[in-house]
Nanobody
Framework: QVQLVESGGGLVQAGGSLRLSCAAS????????LGWFRQAPGKEREFVAA????????IYADSVKDRFTTSRDNAKNTVYLQMNSLKPEDTAVYYC????????????????????WGQGTQVTVSS
């Protein structure tokens, strides 16, 4: 089992930055894909970013590309989501997720492919 705990959310003005952390316990994040998703009130959970552990390659949703960056620190067993140039439409609860097994790149943006989820952290961007 893997337990994921997000932190770093909060209230920020538009144009500001936040860095979310996702710390894993229970075992190392040896699953191949680590993802970030978000859910705004009244909306479905949507993909934000994902990182492939074996290559450190990343993919991003078009809405966050060039503004958000995901990375990992193996020594700390932690994944990060650096969010810059935040917009009010980025307001949501952000979740990190880890896969149990290999996930093909084509479906790294699919929530159903991830076995482990954190509890979420609220990000609110004011205009």
């Amino acid at each position: 089992q893997v337990q994921l705990v997000e932190s770093g959310g909060g209230l920020v003005q538009a144009g500001g930055s936040l860095r979310l952390s996702c710390a894993a316990s229970g075992r190392t994040l040896s699953g191949d894909a680590l993802g970030w998703f978000r859910q705004a009130p009244g909306k479905e959970r949507e993909f934000v970013a994902a990182l492939r552990s074996s290559t450190s390659s990343t993919i991003y949703a078009d809405s966050v590309k060039d503004r958000f960056t995901t990375s990992r620190d193996n020594a700390k067993n932690t994944v990060y989501l650096q969010m810059n140039s935040l917009k009010p439409e980025d307001t949501a609860v952000y979740y990190c997720a880890a896969a149990r097994t290999f996930i093909p790149t084509a479906v790294m943006n699919a929530a159903r492919m991830y076995a482990y989820w954190g509890q979420g952290t609220q990000v609110t961007v004011s205009s």
